[in-house]
């Protein structure tokens, strides 16, 4: 008898438990290297632009890796590509936190770690699509959740870290600590239900749709083994317009991401303090990010997608006038909300495109430019703010791009002439 058929619910949460903690470790270590950033510039003489260009190299390596990661999850499985990312991950913050050089803080934590931080988006979101026919905004808007969790418990503790120890030691902890929580949960991760000789989440109610349709009508959601699927879905008008607003979205919230708490110290904020602005980012990002999933599934990820980019942008100018604590508060409420809402709406509006077809190139594409976004933004605002010599300019860049990102998503249009907002009610048309 089958182990799992013991438990009191489906195995597809398991798993998606297990990726959420794993998501959660791994959002803790990328996303609060704002707290890193002012620390790391004073011990080592480095300027913000070089250090900040350390973590706009981990995104950008983290972008390009996505096809190899892709590759070897295809060829290995989703659990092994994790087990490598978890070596990665700890291999990569003990070298970092030796560094003596600048080239060696790109090197490790640009290069290194970069690789390893790519294993656990596109898998995880593809393997949790596997799992589940329904429900499965919630199974997203879960992991999404534990994205911004991560930062919101550990940004005040790395700090305290740092004050008590140095920025070496505080990232060598982290990296140790998270390999070893990385292994035990990957060991939870696998890739389909077959594998466990389970149906997905729902299933049963989706064959006994299946089977009320014609052959000839039989929705794209239903036809997940066609042919060189990658190659039919690029030539679709989705395709690159997705990869730009994920590249001007991330380019948008990355800025303020890496650089919000140097700006509150700049400001006269203490460090602690402007360490608990990164945890309410989180908060409100975390909120946001299960109930932006919610709204992509039922009202279409398109909607969503516009709404979180205009908070977003909009959270951003306030930035402009933000000299107290209360007021980068401000800016945590309306930035926190759209940028959570922001990043969940891809994987959905994904398969609201393009149904249940296999799309973990078509996602990774979109991930590309999320990297090559989120690189672009951080070393930006380093820039800007050196040639500055404040971050006026870095926060109307930020607002600026994010706008542009809200102009473009307007434009996306269903790939098949039809509204992409629940994918069982649409037609595949042929493949040329």
């Known amino acids: 008898m089958n182990s799992t058929s013991r438990l009191p619910f489906h195995y597809g949460w398991v798993v998606v438990i297990a990726g959420s903690l794993l998501v959660l470790i791994n959002s803790s270590l990328f996303l609060t290297f704002a707290v890193f950033l002012d620390p790391i510039s004073q011990a080592t003489g480095w300027s913000r632009a070089e250090v900040s260009g350390a973590y706009a190299l981990h995104w950008m390596v983290g972008a390009v890796s996505v096809f190899g990661i892709g590759w070897f999850t295809d060829r290995f499985g989703t659990r092994r590509a994790l087990f490598l990312g978890a070596l990665l991950n700890a291999v990569s913050l003990a070298l970092a936190a030796r560094s003596g050089a600048l080239w060696q803080l790109y090197l490790f934590y640009g290069g290194l770690f970069?690789?390893?931080?790519?294993?656990?988006?596109?898998?995880?979101?593809?393997?949790?699509?596997?799992?589940?026919?329904?429900?499965?905004?919630?199974?997203?808007?879960?992991?999404?959740?534990?994205?911004?969790?991560?930062?919101?418990?550990?940004?005040?503790?790395?700090?305290?870290?740092?004050?008590?120890?140095?920025?070496?030691?505080?990232?060598?902890l982290l990296g140790l600590a998270s390999g070893v929580l990385m292994v035990i949960c990957s060991w939870f991760i696998r890739d389909q239900p077959d594998d466990l000789g389970l149906r997905a989440y729902g299933e049963a109610e989706a064959a006994v749709a299946r089977a009320e349709v014609r052959p000839e009508q039989r929705p794209m959601f239903y036809q997940a083994d066609r042919p060189d699927f990658f190659r039919y879905a690029a030539k679709t008008q989705p395709f690159g317009l997705m990869i730009l607003v994920h590249f001007l979205g991330c380019v948008s919230h990355s800025i303020p991401l890496t650089h919000v708490v140097a700006m509150a110290t700049d400001k006269g904020i203490a460090p602690m303090a402007a360490a608990?602005?990164?945890?309410?980012?989180?908060?409100?990002?975390?909120?946001s990010s299960f109930g932006f999933s919610v709204l992509a599934d039922v009202a279409g990820g398109k909607k969503s997608l516009a709404l979180a980019l205009f908070l977003q942008a909009g959270g951003i100018l306030i930035l402009l006038g933000s000299h107290d604590l209360w007021m980068f508060y401000l800016f945590t409420v309306v930035f926190g909300l759209g940028y959570g809402g922001e990043m969940v709406a891809f994987p959905i509006l994904n398969r609201q495109y393009y149904g249940n077809a296999p799309i973990a190139k078509v996602y990774g594409a979109q991930m590309v430019g999320a990297g090559l976004g989120m690189a672009g933004g951080a070393y930006l605002g380093g820039l800007l703010f050196d040639l500055a010599g404040n971050y006026t300019w870095a926060i109307w860049g930020a607002a600026i791009i994010g706008y542009l990102g809200l102009a473009s998503t307007f434009r996306l249009a269903s790939p098949f002439g039809k509204p992409a907002v629940k994918a069982e009610a649409r037609t595949l048309p042929p493949m040329p």
């Open 114 to 172: 970069g690789v390893s931080r790519s294993t656990f988006l596109v898998p995880i979101h593809v393997t949790i699509g596997m799992w589940f026919r329904k429900r499965l905004g919630i199974a997203m808007g879960i992991v999404s959740v534990a994205m911004a969790l991560g930062p919101l418990l550990l940004s005040p503790v790395i700090r305290y870290l740092i004050d008590v120890t140095d920025w070496r030691n505080t990232l060598l």
């Open 276 to 287: 608990t602005i990164l945890s309410l980012m989180s908060l409100f990002s975390m909120a």
